[in-house]
C-alpha cells in the first residue's frame, strides 16, 4: 500500500490518521493474500481512470473480478501458543508417596537399578 501512495497525491496525513486508515484497509481486506492484493494494487494503478488513491473498496471491486487459476494463500492463522506441562513432584517423591522409600533414596543417589521394590 505504502508504494502504491506513492502514485497519487493525498492528503499530508498524521500518523495516527495514517495509523486508522491502515486499520481499516487491513480489516477490508483480511481475507485475501498478499499476492492477491498486490494484483489488485497494480490493476489501480495501471488504470488510466484511476487518479486517486485507492479505497478498501475499490480494490475490493477489482479482486471480485479477478479470477486465477492458482489457489490464493490462506488467512495466516498463528500457530496456538500452549505451553507445557511441567512436572511438579520429582520421581523420588512420586516412589516415596507409593510406599517405595528405599526406591526413591536409591533414585535420590542416582543408584537407580531394575530390582522391584514392594512396600
Not at 477490508?28 to 488513491?53: G, M, Q, T, V, W
Not at 485507492?54 to 505451553?83: C, F, H, M
Request: charged content about 30%; hydrophobic content about 35%.
Amino acid at each position: 500500500m505504502s508504494r502504491l501512495a506513492l502514485h497519487y497525491w493525498r492528503p499530508d496525513f498524521s500518523p495516527s490518521q495514517v495509523k486508522l486508515l491502515l486499520q481499516d484497509f487491513l480489516h477490508d481486506l483480511e481475507h485475501y493474500s498478499p499476492r492477491d492484493i498486490e494484483y489488485a494494487c497494480e490493476s489501480y494503478r495501471r488504470d488510466p481512470a484511476n487518479k486517486f488513491f485507492p479505497t478498501p473498496g475499490a480494490l475490493l471491486g477489482i479482486l471480485k473480478r479477478y479470477d486465477t487459476s492458482e489457489p490464493s494463500l490462506p488467512r495466516y492463522v498463528p500457530p496456538l501458543q500452549i505451553e507445557m506441562a511441567r512436572a511438579t513432584k520429582s520421581v523420588a517423591q512420586i516412589l516415596r508417596e507409593n510406599g517405595f522409600d528405599k526406591a526413591a533414596e536409591r533414585w535420590r543417589r542416582g543408584n537407580v537399578s531394575h530390582e522391584t521394590e514392594r512396600p
